[in-house]
């Protein structure tokens, strides 16, 4: 009988390694069935342009059917169970897929760490339908302000995701001279913590040019219907009245991976993977932001588009090989260096062959859509690839 492999996930991780799984089989050797929720790939590190102009969903949204193989049969869904006994994944319209080999590439949630009401009133920026819920909000309460009284925009978490998401709203707001106020609420002591100075302060430089207010030093510790509030214990807590909240402050394990009998983290249900991405079971394998991928001296691959497009490729081969009973490839994240938007403009720091460290203006912009296009053309076709560069 013919090896059965199955694929979770539809992000940079399964299309990925869907394609890659693809390259390296042979004819008769697997048969593979690819099963996520939604039946297009999203290009999740571009959701934000869809908070300014939800237009851009055809250019950040590429159909299963253009990637996959007409070998590959897919299914959609969202799984619910795995059995890993029998070997089976169930999705919740009851359908159950039989496998040999498992793949889970289901992504993360948003991680709101018990932050009592952040969860029931903010938005988040998980998928293209909270990017156009976010637009809605804030295209409706600008419709109601006033100079005088103008929206109160509230992003709390100033990493990737926080900064590019005030930068659309900015952007949004010139563009229609709405009457908008945004703050980027961030509990470090700086803008995309952990990372260098310099970066640090590029960023922090555009997102004041675009008038961004920056608060940070305290953490959220609360939120209601109408405003978030910043430190106390000891101290009262700052109150921060806001029309729209958006949160963006941290990833964790999907819900449906809670139940898979594997090893995982406790506290954020992510899948602890070797560095071939196999789990503490053999027939299951784990990527992108659903594991935690060993890299040797107690560090991890890190959660970001660039370590799933690279991970991908070397998971999809192994795939292919665990079928066919050869060795296992190890992999090892290799950073290329970041590029991130704030609206029309870009911060790009530490790229690979580039002479400058820190750099902005057209070669940051053009590197942020030559980066997007490339991956759009990877997986799908040259020409939809292209055709996205303009909104990118």
């Known amino acids: 009988m013919t090896t059965q492999v199955v694929v979770v996930g539809s992000g940079y991780a399964g299309a990925g390694t869907v394609k890659a799984f693809e390259n390296e089989i042979g004819e008769g050797e697997a048969e593979l069935t690819w099963i996520a929720e939604h039946d297009y790939h999203l290009v999740l590190h571009e959701v934000h342009r869809a908070i300014r102009n939800p237009a851009v969903e055809s250019k950040i949204t590429i159909p299963v059917e253009e990637i996959k193989s007409d070998d590959t049969d897919f299914l959609q869904g969202r799984v619910v169970g795995v059995d890993t006994d029998d070997r089976v994944v169930e999705t919740d319209d009851g359908t159950t897929v039989e496998y040999d080999y498992l793949l889970l590439g289901v992504g993360s949630t948003t991680a709101f760490f018990g932050i009592d009401g952040l969860e029931e009133n903010a938005h988040q920026l998980k998928g293209l339908d909270d990017a156009k819920a976010i637009h809605d909000d804030v295209r409706a309460a600008a419709g109601e302000a006033t100079q005088s009284d103008p929206v109160r925009v509230l992003i709390g978490g100033a990493g990737l995701s926080g900064i590019q998401t005030a930068g659309e709203i900015a952007e949004y707001r010139d563009k229609?001279?709405?009457?908008?106020?945004?703050?980027?609420?961030?509990?470090?002591?700086?803008?995309?913590?952990?990372?260098?100075?310099e970066v640090q302060g590029a960023l922090r430089k555009r997102l004041e040019e675009a008038d961004v207010e920056?608060?940070?030093?305290?953490?959220?510790?609360?939120?209601?219907?109408?405003?978030?509030?910043?430190?106390?214990?000891?101290?009262?807590?700052?109150?921060?009245?806001?029309?729209?909240?958006?949160?963006?402050?941290?990833?964790?394990?999907?819900?449906e991976v809670a139940d898979v009998d594997v090893e995982k983290d406790e506290r954020s249900n992510r899948v602890y993977?070797?560095?071939?991405?196999?789990?503490?079971?053999?027939?299951?394998?784990?990527?992108?932001?659903?594991?935690?991928?060993?890299?040797?001296?107690?560090?991890?691959?890190?959660?970001?588009?660039?370590?799933?497009?690279q991970a991908a490729e070397i998971a999809g081969e192994n795939l292919a090989r665990a079928a066919r009973g050869a060795p296992l490839q190890s992999w090892r994240y290799e950073n290329k260096g970041t590029v991130i938007s704030v609206g029309e403009e870009a911060v790009a720091h530490d790229v690979m062959g580039m002479p400058i460290a820190t750099f902005g203006g057209t070669p940051a912009k053009l590197l942020k859509k030559a980066i997007a296009t490339r991956w759009i053309a990877k997986v799908s076709s040259t020409g939809r690839g292209l055709s996205a560069f303009g909104d990118m």
């Open 214 to 255: 920056i608060l940070t030093g305290d953490f959220i510790s609360e939120a209601d219907e109408e405003a978030v509030y910043l430190g106390g214990g000891e101290a009262e807590a700052e109150r921060l009245p806001y029309d729209v909240l958006i949160w963006t402050g941290g990833i964790t394990g999907q819900p």
């Open 176 to 197: 229609h001279r709405a009457p908008i106020d945004i703050s980027l609420v961030e509990g470090m002591d700086e803008i995309f913590p952990g990372k260098d100075p």
């Open 273 to 309: 993977a070797e560095s071939d991405f196999t789990t503490s079971d053999d027939r299951v394998f784990a990527i992108g932001d659903a594991s935690l991928i060993d890299q040797g001296d107690d560090d991890v691959a890190p959660p970001t588009a660039q370590a799933a497009w």
